[in-house]
């Protein structure tokens, strides 16, 4: 429980699951197993009850960088969230594989891989650089789901 415990002394809260709005159905696994691999799906930012938070829109124009560094965080906390329900213990990832950020970006926008690092900073601040630095894609997106500023999907290794 070293993951949770680190979560703890950050202050750190995992989410809920998911909760659709109205008027959305998710029809897919937000994590799927496949042997000792994870699949996890897009996941933003989420508060404790499992709404989503945003923040919502174009970046930069409505969204700051700084706005989706967070925003990077909190979709790192929701993955969390998503991969306690399935492994009941986060201790038991053995690698973050890849990561696939996805900023809702104004077009011509150059500062996408600068939002991801807010997913990227935190899963490395608490698994460490041997388990947590992982292989990257930062691309900017004509538009997210629910209009979040970020998404992020990622593959994991479990023991």
Known sequence: MQIEAKLEAL??????APKAPPGIEFSFAWVRRRGNRIYISGHSAQAPDGSYTGPFGKVPTEV??????????GAAL?????LKRELGDLDRVKAWL???GMVNAEPGY???????????????????REVGEHARIAVG????????????AAEIEVE
Do not use: C, W
């Open 98 to 100: 890849m990561v696939y």
């Open 110 to 128: 150059n500062q996408t891989t600068n939002a991801i690092n807010g997913f990227s900073d935190l899963i490395v601040e608490l698994y460490g």
């Open 64 to 73: 700051s960088l700084e706005a989706a560094k967070e925003a990077g965080r």
């Open 141 to 152: 997106m004509a538009t997210l789901p629910l209009n979040n500023a970020v998404v992020v």
């Open 11 to 16: 202050g750190l809260v995992l989410p809920e």
């Open 78 to 82: 929701s993955i969390l969230g998503s």
